[in-house]
């Protein structure tokens, strides 16, 4: 099983930004999917969960700015980002709760991670 995030890259305070992640290999199924972030010398925080049927959780920091979505159909979930500020530099990891076949139990995993530069 592989997540492969994308997205990331540098902007100016108040532009917008939007990450992908996409799982794939072979698996059973899927259930909550979300983003966190981390910068250097701090622990990674949460920045939005989805379950599968579409519930989300927002940090309070970047709830009405950010939103997110997925696809279950291509097992991939999203981030719109707007509005971004210097504070939302990060790098940013996907996660996904996957079970990888019916009986077993689900285990976290883990995108390679895609940086967010907001400075201008």
């Known amino acids: 099983v592989q997540l492969q995030a994308s997205g990331g890259g540098l902007v100016q305070p108040g532009e917008s930004l939007r990450l992908s992640c996409a799982a794939s290999?072979?698996?059973?199924?899927?259930?909550?999917m979300g983003w966190y972030r981390q910068v250097p010398g701090k622990q990674r925080e949460m920045v939005a969960t989805?379950?599968?049927?579409?519930?989300?959780d927002y940090a309070g920091s970047v709830k009405g700015r950010f939103t997110i979505s997925r696809d279950n159909g291509v097992n991939t979930v999203y981030m719109q980002m707007d509005s971004l500020r210097p504070e939302d530099t990060a790098v940013y990891y996907c996660?996904?709760?996957?079970?990888?076949?019916?009986?077993?139990?689900?285990?976290?995993?883990w995108g390679q991670g895609t940086e967010v530069t907001v400075s201008s």
């Open positions: 290999g072979s698996f059973f199924s899927i259930s909550n």
């Open positions: 989805i379950s599968r049927g579409g519930t989300t």
């Open positions: 996660n996904a709760r996957i079970r990888r076949r019916s009986w077993m139990s689900e285990s976290d995993y």
